[in-house]
C-alpha cells in the first residue's frame, strides 16, 4: 500500500519560512519523480515544484522561482520543499504526488497559512 504523508504545514507571518516534508513508503521511491501541488480555496490544484527520480533535474512554477527550492532524499524515501520570503497568496492545502510510468500517487495534504 503506497503511503505518502505530508507534513511541516502551518501559520507563519509573510516573509517566513517553512519546510515541508513527504515521507513516502509501499513504493520505490528512486524511480518516482516528485512534486509537490498546491490548491488554495476556490482555486483549482496547481503545479508547485517537481524533481525527477534522481534529482539531478527540477522545475519550479514561476510564482515560486527563486523562492522555493525542491530536494530529495532517497535513502529516507522523503521529498522536501522549503519555502522562504512566503506570501499570503502562498497559502493553500500542499499536497505530494509521485509519478513514475502513468503511475500517480497523492497524499492527503499538509495546510500552509500566511498572514500578512
Known amino acids: 500500500q503506497v503511503q505518502l504523508v505530508e507534513s511541516g504545514g502551518g501559520l507563519v507571518q509573510a516573509g517566513g519560512s517553512l519546510r515541508l516534508s513527504c515521507a513516502a513508503s509501499?513504493?520505490?521511491?528512486?524511480?518516482?519523480?516528485m512534486a509537490w501541488f498546491r490548491q488554495a480555496p476556490g482555486k483549482e490544484r496547481e503545479f508547485v515544484a517537481r524533481?525527477?527520480?534522481?534529482?539531478?533535474?527540477?522545475n519550479y512554477a514561476a510564482s515560486v522561482k527563486g523562492r522555493f527550492t525542491i530536494s530529495r532524499d532517497n535513502a529516507k524515501n522523503t521529498v522536501y520543499l522549503q519555502m522562504n520570503s512566503l506570501k499570503p497568496e502562498d497559502t493553500a492545502l500542499y499536497y505530494c504526488?509521485?509519478?513514475?510510468?502513468?503511475?500517480?500517487?497523492w497524499g492527503q495534504g499538509t495546510q500552509v497559512t500566511i498572514s500578512s
Open positions: 509501499g513504493l520505490t521511491f528512486n524511480t518516482y519523480a
Open positions: 524533481i525527477s527520480w534522481s534529482g539531478g533535474s527540477t
Open positions: 504526488y509521485a509519478g513514475a510510468m502513468g503511475v500517480v500517487h
